[in-house]
C-alpha cells in the first residue's frame, strides 16, 4: 500500500509486521520516533503478543534485548550517537552469543562537542563488534531492510544493525510502499531460535573461554559473517521476488558500465551524488557509482568485481579515521589489492554540513585530472583551523578547541585576552 509518511514511522511499521516479542529501546533524537510509534502501536494492540519494555538507559535496552532474545524471543531495539556507545559493552556480548537482535541506528555524531545532525561516525564505532551493519539509501530501503534483517539475523543467529541516516532519513516525509501483513508473514517465518534458555533444561550462557579455545570463538563469529556474504543477495533475491522491488543485497551500482572514475559511498548521500553524476555523464564523463549496503560483512570480492575496469575511485564517507582518513576507503583498497586503480577519500557531511551537487562536480572533476590529494576533506575551511594552531603555538591558555573554532566563525563566546 502506497503511504505518505515520515521515515521513523515508515520502520516503525516494517518492524510491527515482524511481529516483535520483545521491544527495548531508550529513547534518544533522531532514533525517538521509531521507538515512540511502536509503544503506541503496542500499547493500542495493534502489535499483538508484544511487550514494550521501558529501560533507564541504552545499556539497559540492550541488556534487556540479550535476556529476551536469549530467552527465545524476537526482539528489536533502536539508538543512535551516543547511546549505541553506552550500550557497547552489551553490544559485544549480544554478538559474542550469537542472538538475532536488529537494531536500528538512527546514524549521529559521536561528541566532543554535542552535535545532534547526521554522519556516521556512531555505527562505525561498532564496525568490529561482530555485529552486521547494512545501510539504508532511502526511506522505502530502510523499511525493506528491516524486515530483510529479521530474516538475515535469525538464520544465521548473528545481530543486525539497520544503520539509516539521523533526520535525513528519520525524519523526511516521502512516499513508500508499505507491505500488509500477510506479505510479511509469507516472507518472514515465525521465529525458530537456535538457542534458548529454559528452565527446565538450565545452561550457562556467557561462560569464561580461556587462550585455549577463544581463538576459535571469535573465528566462529568471523565465519558466521563470511555466511552472510552469500545470504544477504540471496534473501534479497527472495524479498524481490515477493514483494516486487529490488531492496537490500551487498552493492548497488549505478551508470557504471563504463566508468573510468567510481565513487562509492552509503546511505543518503547516494541520491546526491547519483544526480550530480547524471550531470556529469551528460557532459560526456564517464563516472558512476557503487552504493555499498552491506559494510559489515564487508563484500570485497563484489566491490573487486564492480570496479575492476576503473581508473580511479573516489570514496565518500561521512566519517573519519582521526590520525588517518578514511574507515570506508581503507576497506576499499583492501578489496583492489593489486588493481592498478587510484583511491581518493573524500570526508564529508561531519556533524550534518551540507553536502552540495557543485561540491561533488568540484572533487570529482579533481579527481578526474589527478588534482585530488589523497585525503580531501569536502568544504573544509582550513583558514580557521591553521588560526587556530596558530594561536595555540602563541599563547598556552587558548581555551576549549570548539570554542577556539566558533570563535573564528564570530558564533562563539569572545575570546579572553
Request: hydrophobic share 45%; with cysteine.
Amino acid at each position: 500500500m502506497l503511504k505518505q509518511c515520515e521515515g521513523s514511522h515508515a520502520v516503525a511499521e516494517a518492524v510491527a509486521l515482524c511481529r516483535p516479542e520483545v521491544i527495548c529501546a531508550y529513547p534518544i533524537s533522531p532514533q525517538t520516533h521509531i521507538v515512540e510509534g511502536l509503544g503506541e502501536m503496542v500499547k493500542s494492540g495493534a502489535v499483538e503478543n508484544c511487550e514494550f519494555i521501558n529501560v533507564e538507559s541504552e545499556f539497559a535496552a540492550m541488556s534487556v534485548a540479550i535476556g529476551s532474545s536469549a530467552a527465545g524471543a524476537r526482539t528489536y531495539t533502536a539508538t543512535a550517537s551516543q547511546g549505541l556507545l553506552f550500550m557497547a559493552e552489551a553490544v559485544y556480548n549480544a554478538s559474542g552469543l550469537g542472538l538475532p537482535i536488529v537494531m536500528t541506528v538512527a546514524n549521529r555524531a559521536i561528541g566532543a562537542p554535542i552535535n545532534i545532525w547526521n554522519d556516521h561516525t556512531d555505527s562505525m564505532s561498532q564496525r568490529d563488534s561482530g555485529w552486521i551493519q547494512i545501510f539504508a539509501e532511502t526511506n522505502q530501503e530502510a523499511l525493506d531492510l528491516h524486515i530483510q534483517a529479521f530474516k538475515l539475523a535469525e538464520e544465521l543467529s548473528l545481530p543486525v544493525m539497520v544503520c539509516m541516516d539521523g533526520f535525513i532519513l528519520t525524519h523526511a516525509y516521502e512516499r513508500v510502499d508499505m507491505p500488509n501483513q500477510e506479505q510479511v508473514d509469507a516472507f518472514l517465518p515465525p521465529y525458530v531460535p537456535r538457542q534458548s534458555l529454559d528452565p527446565e533444561d538450565p545452561v550457562s550462557i556467557g561462560a569464561m573461554v580461556g587462550p585455549e579455545a577463544f581463538t576459535e570463538v571469535r573465528y566462529l563469529a568471523h565465519a558466521k559473517q563470511l555466511q552472510a556474504l552469500e545470504l544477504i543477495p540471496r534473501i534479497a533475491a527472495d524479498f524481490e521476488t515477493a514483494f516486487g522491488r529490488q531492496s537490500g543485497g551487498l552493492v548497488r551500482p549505478y551508470s557504471m558500465d563504463d566508468a573510468e572514475t567510481v565513487v562509492i559511498a552509503l546511505g543518503s548521500v547516494l541520491g546526491t551524488i547519483k544526480d550530480t553524476v547524471d550531470e556529469m555523464r551528460a557532459d560526456g564523463l564517464k563516472i558512476g557509482v557503487l552504493g555499498i549496503t552491506s559494510f559489515r560483512p564487508f563484500p570485497l570480492a563484489a566491490i573487486r568485481e564492480a570496479v575492476k575496469n576503473a581508473r580511479r575511485i573516489v570514496v565518500l564517507e561521512k566519517s573519519l579515521a582521526v590520525g588517518i582518513g578514511g574507515i570506508v576507503a581503507t576497506n576499499v583498497r583492501m578489496a583492489i589489492d593489486g588493481l592498478a586503480i587510484k583511491v581518493y577519500t573524500v570526508v564529508a557531511g561531519l556533524g550534518g554540513r551540507p553536502i552540495t551537487r557543485d561540491s561533488l562536480h568540484r572533487v570529482f572533476r579533481q579527481a578526474m585530472h589527478e588534482q585530488l590529494e589523497p585525503v580531501h576533506f569536502l568544504d573544509l575551511d582550513i583558514g580557521i583551523v591553521n588560526r587556530v594552531l596558530e594561536r595555540e603555538r602563541q599563547q598556552r591558555r587558548t581555551g576549549p578547541i570548539a570554542e577556539g573554532i566558533l570563535r573564528e566563525l564570530g558564533t562563539g563566546a569572545p575570546q579572553n585576552r
